[in-house]
């Protein structure tokens, strides 16, 4: 035990010194109190070093609760007895000191004179040490012929390692071995562990049918023909037993799966049935669209004008305001131009048959095919030119919905009630399109998934390693009934 010392430190002194990131805070309260009672000996001496509860905020001196200043250095969060009792869940942290991860050993010690002179001493009188070089200096390696005690001529023989680097006769050996031993190292290092079997060990009679051959070692068979001979007659003997238990006793998945497959199939249909009258849709709105080329002119579908088209709002895009009457168009174009910032692409390339809705631009940069619906995409696909003598043809309803059979015949150039109304009809039938493909896509995987399913319940290996006892029918059996 080391003597008390005798000369008080102040309590700056003390602070600096236990200069933890952690307790700043709480030091600097500490040399602000001045005859306060700490710890549990309800002293005020704070000339000796002390630790602080994280809890509680007390402070404590080390040598009354067993923590010496070493000891806080490593310690992150430190919480008192009385704390740790109220409260079990709190505990001591300490703070991750790093540890040297593992290496080669290195034996600091070089031998002494002494030892080299009784190794020098030790080898024969014929063959002469230098005593200085790796060879000499070195200790055995405990795997060779020589370590293992394998003698020469009723000699003891060296390590190949201790041979001296200096004798002539023994550079080139010394060599050799080191090679060998690199050879061998390299051999283990990449062949693998095997694992021995100890129930097939020693000579054994191999399993296949009519064989009296000796089994190979760790193996039940002396060839890979028997093992498939033993395979084909246990199949042969269990498979027929199997089928016959499936026949009579149907599986309850098996009821299901063919209930879901049925439920898979008749929405299939209806979605066949969606995607006919989107192409009937389709092929409709390109006879109104040949229709209104067709027409002729009416100058006076523009003059009946409501008391809305004066009133302004403000546009969803841009913020700005606008006037009702070309709110339609400016929005359209704020939309367009915001949409072709962004960007929508794939490395793959659409491949549907007889459609070609979505825009596929190749963009040799970033290596994709753009991804945005043909009609909608105002980067790659631009509209039309409208000449002054195309008409609007947008067809008219009475009731948001009910058809009138006729057709707006004003210019489609100054129709702003009606713009790009073919646009939007086209845009909402490709979308569609897209959501039953989509819907399409997914009920075939639903039914593969069954297939497969019921594929492999009456399959040859889910009927060998898989059997349900059927209560019913063994009582049967066991009755004579069958």
């Given at each position: 035990?080391?003597?008390?010392?005798?000369?008080?430190?102040?309590?700056?002194?003390?602070?600096?010194?236990?200069?933890?990131?952690?307790?700043?805070?709480k030091i600097a309260t500490i040399l602000k109190q001045d005859g306060q009672a700490y710890c549990l000996c309800r002293s005020s001496d704070?000339?000796?070093?002390?630790?602080?509860?994280?809890?509680?905020?007390?402070?404590?001196?080390?040598?009354?609760?067993?923590?010496?200043?070493?000891?806080?250095?490593?310690?992150?969060?430190?919480?008192?007895?009385?704390?740790?009792?109220?409260?079990?869940?709190?505990?001591?942290?300490?703070?991750?000191?790093?540890?040297?991860?593992?290496?080669?050993?290195?034996?600091?010690?070089?031998?002494?004179?002494?030892?080299?002179?009784?190794?020098?001493?030790?080898?024969?009188?014929?063959?002469?040490?230098?005593?200085?070089?790796?060879?000499?200096?070195?200790?055995?390696?405990?795997?060779?012929?020589?370590?293992?005690?394998?003698?020469?001529?009723?000699?003891?023989?060296?390590?190949?390692?201790?041979?001296?680097?200096?004798?002539?006769?023994?550079?080139?050996?010394?060599?050799?071995?080191?090679?060998?031993?690199?050879?061998?190292?390299?051999?283990?290092?990449?062949?693998?562990?095997?694992?021995?079997?100890?129930?097939?060990?020693?000579?054994?009679?191999?399993?296949?049918?009519?064989?009296?051959?000796?089994?190979?070692?760790?193996?039940?068979?002396?060839?890979?023909?028997?093992?498939?001979?033993?395979?084909?007659?246990?199949?042969?003997?269990?498979?027929?037993?199997?089928?016959?238990?499936?026949?009579?006793?149907?599986?309850?998945g098996e009821e299901q799966n063919k209930k879901a497959l049925e439920s898979i199939r008749m929405k299939q249909t209806i979605v066949r049935?969606?995607?006919?009258?989107?192409?009937?849709?389709?092929?409709?709105?390109?006879?109104?669209?040949?229709?209104?080329?067709?027409?002729?002119?009416?100058?006076?579908?523009?003059?009946?004008?409501?008391?809305?088209?004066?009133?302004?709002?403000?546009?969803?895009?841009?913020?700005?305001?606008?006037?009702?009457?070309?709110?339609?168009?400016?929005?359209?174009k704020c939309f367009n131009k915001y949409e072709s910032q962004a960007s929508f692409g794939s490395i793959f390339k659409t491949r549907i048959?007889?459609?070609?809705?979505?825009?596929?631009?190749?963009?040799?940069?970033?290596?994709?095919?753009?991804?945005?619906?043909?009609?909608?995409?105002?980067?790659?696909?631009?509209?039309?030119?409208?000449?002054?003598?195309?008409?609007?043809?947008?067809?008219?309803?009475?009731?948001?919905?009910?058809?009138?059979?006729?057709?707006?015949?004003?210019?489609?150039?100054?129709?702003?009630?009606?713009?790009?109304?073919?646009?939007?009809?086209?845009?909402?039938?490709?979308?569609?399109?897209?959501?039953?493909?989509?819907?399409?896509?997914?009920?075939?995987?639903?039914?593969?998934?069954?297939?497969?399913?019921?594929?492999?319940?009456?399959?040859?290996?889910?009927?060998?390693?898989?059997?349900?006892?059927?209560?019913?029918?063994?009582?049967?059996?066991?009755?004579?009934?069958?």
């Amino acid at each position: 035990m080391s003597e008390p010392k005798k000369s008080k430190k102040s309590k700056e002194e003390i602070a600096k010194e236990f200069d933890l990131p952690e307790r700043k805070s709480k030091i600097a309260t500490i040399l602000k109190q001045d005859g306060q009672a700490y710890c549990l000996c309800r002293s005020s001496d704070s000339s000796r070093f002390m630790i602080c509860c994280d809890a509680c905020e007390e402070w404590y001196h080390g040598d009354c609760i067993n923590v010496s200043e070493k000891e806080a250095k490593h310690i992150k969060h430190y919480y008192c007895q009385r704390c740790k009792e109220d409260d079990p869940s709190l505990q001591t942290v300490f703070r991750l000191v790093p540890v040297p991860g593992p290496g080669p050993h290195i034996d600091e010690k070089k031998p002494t004179k002494k030892k080299r002179e009784k190794s020098a001493c030790a080898s024969s009188s014929s063959e002469k040490r230098c005593g200085h070089c790796e060879g000499c200096l070195a200790e055995n390696c405990g795997h060779c012929d020589a370590c293992q005690g394998q003698t020469k001529n009723g000699r003891k023989q060296r390590c190949e390692l201790r041979i001296c680097s200096n004798c002539p006769s023994r550079k080139k050996d010394r060599a050799a071995f080191k090679a060998s031993a690199r050879i061998k190292k390299r051999r283990r290092s990449l062949t693998p562990e095997v694992i021995l079997n100890p129930a097939l060990q020693g000579d054994r009679q191999c399993y296949g049918p009519g064989c009296i051959m000796t089994a190979r070692p760790q193996s039940k068979y002396c060839s890979n023909e028997c093992g498939m001979k033993l395979a084909t007659t246990r199949i042969f003997q269990v498979l027929p037993q199997r089928i016959q238990e499936w026949s009579l006793s149907p599986a309850v998945g098996e009821e299901q799966n063919k209930k879901a497959l049925e439920s898979i199939r008749m929405k299939q249909t209806i979605v066949r049935a969606t995607l006919a009258e989107l192409d009937k849709r389709h092929a409709e709105l390109d006879l109104l669209v040949e229709r209104a080329k067709r027409c002729t002119l009416d100058p006076n579908a523009l003059e009946n004008t409501d008391a809305e088209d004066e009133m302004s709002m403000y546009c969803i895009t841009c913020g700005h305001e606008i006037h009702s009457k070309t709110a339609i168009r400016h929005m359209e174009k704020c939309f367009n131009k915001y949409e072709s910032q962004a960007s929508f692409g794939s490395i793959f390339k659409t491949r549907i048959d007889g459609n070609s809705m979505f825009c596929d631009f190749y963009n040799p940069a970033s290596k994709t095919y753009c991804k945005r619906l043909r009609v909608l995409c105002p980067e790659h696909c631009k509209d039309p030119k409208v000449s002054d003598t195309d008409v609007c043809g947008c067809p008219l309803v009475k009731n948001v919905f009910q058809l009138t059979g006729e057709f707006c015949r004003a210019p489609k150039k100054s129709c702003f009630k009606h713009y790009v109304w073919e646009k939007i009809r086209r845009a909402e039938i490709d979308l569609e399109r897209v959501r039953q493909w989509l819907k399409m896509d997914e009920l075939v995987e639903q039914e593969r998934q069954v297939r497969q399913a019921m594929a492999s319940r009456a399959g040859v290996l889910g009927l060998m390693l898989h059997s349900t006892y059927n209560h019913e029918l063994m009582e049967k059996l066991c009755a004579g009934k069958f």
